[in-house]
């Protein structure tokens, strides 16, 4: 990704595509109340370019504005789903920069409980297919291979952080081994590699939300991210998480980035503190706060 080029295209792109939106949804201005836009985490360039129209749209048209986080925005998409949706909440964001377990509080607020010592869970799955010779981004097309391979051919290791943390390094470097120590490799295999991997790191997330879930149990779990499109996480999430909790996947277009959930995020955070005063600014290193 190159910074310049990326925020260049959403200055190129956001007003068409906030056209667009507005005409699909068959909205006009004088039906909105607010505008919600992204403060952070992510390319600052982005990020100038997102929060200075935002803001703007709100000045030109009288309304009030709120900078809420990406990231807590991953999991308030949730609420999309399940409009109900309120603390305490555990929550799973794996992306490609993120692999964080949350706890969203009763007073409002959202804890990091656990994070990532090295790769992210999307990380490890583009870096991991690479490997296997697939094209990026890496984690729909291990997905997609995985569906005709064995997920016991190959017994990774599962990542051994500590406590509630993540580590997708080992399993990556273990695959790596894996492919060299073949001379070639046949595309059964191919499927085979991709379906052991995926299955490492889709145990390895859901020990440690089963972890987090038995130390101090949450009525309802909340997934999010890129990788909570993952079709076999999804499906062991069920299996394991579904029966002592509520459990809230959304569907797969509101779990990778998308501007629905950023909505959902405005939802949540006007009623805990209102509107914010502008001007404020881009916050690439921003948090769940
Ligand atoms: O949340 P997201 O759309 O963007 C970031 O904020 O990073 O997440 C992108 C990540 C990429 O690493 C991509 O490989 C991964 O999500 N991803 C998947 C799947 N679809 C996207 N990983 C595993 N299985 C998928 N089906
Ligand atoms: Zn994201």
Known sequence: MVPEIAARAHLQTLVPVIERAMENAGTRWEQVDGVAVTRGPGLVGCLLVGVNLGQAIAWARKLPVIGVSHLAAH????????????????????????????????????????????????????????????????????????????????RFPRPRAPGLDFSFSGVKTALLYEVR???????????????????????????????????????????GGGVARN??????????LGKAARLVIPAPELCTDNAAMIGA?????????????????????????
């Open 75 to 154: 999991v308030f998409a949730g609420l999309l789903e399940e409009p109900d949706l309120h603390p305490p909440v555990l929550g799973l964001v794996v992306s490609g920069g993120h692999s964080d377990l949350v706890r969203w509080q009763q007073d409002g607020g959202i804890a990091v409980i656990g994070r990532t010592l090295d790769d992210a869970a999307g990380e490890a799955f583009d870096k991991g297919a690479r490997v296997l010779g697939l094209p990026f981004p890496g984690g729909p097309a291990i997905d997609a291979l995985a569906a005709t391979g064995d997920p016991r051919a190959v």
């Open 181 to 223: 120590k073949r001379r070639s490799i046949s595309d059964q295999a191919r499927a085979d590699l991709a379906a052991s991997y995926q299955e490492a790191i889709v145990d390895a997330l859901l020990q440690r939300v089963e972890a987090a879930q038995a130390a101090d149990p949450a009525p309802t779990i909340v997934l």
């Open 231 to 240: 079709r076999r996480l999804r499906e062991a999430a069920g299996a394991r």
């Open 265 to 289: 995020a405005a939802l949540i955070e006007w009623d805990r503190r209102g509107p914010d005063p502008a001007p404020f600014d881009a916050d690439p290193s921003l948090g769940f706060a």
